[in-house]
């Protein structure tokens, strides 16, 4: 389980990540999470202008989290 001793201590707990960011903590390539993300597997990003997109981080957290306990479930 994540907690906050846990988390990597360079990116948020809150707020918004860019996809560089959510590509350190989660172990796929971006083609991959695009495609988890058509699939409704991964949460969707939020667009913040034109130009940038952006994941909200507790819904980045909450992901891991729940693949975590799935993974631990098998």
Same mark, same amino acid.
């Given at each position: 389980?994540?907690?906050?001793? &846990? ?18 903590? #989660?172990? #796929? ?16 990003? &939020? ?12 819904? #980045? ?12 479930? #098998?």
């Amino acid at each position: 389980m994540l907690t906050k001793n &846990t988390m990597p201590t360079s990116l948020p707990l809150t707020g918004y990540m860019r996809q560089p960011a959510v590509l350190s903590i #989660v172990p #796929v390539s971006a083609s991959t999470l695009w495609r988890l993300i058509r699939q409704n597997k991964f949460p969707k990003p &939020t667009k913040l202008s034109s130009r940038v997109t952006a994941w909200r981080a507790e819904d #980045v957290y909450s992901w891991i989290e729940s693949t975590q306990k799935l993974n631990a479930a #098998v």
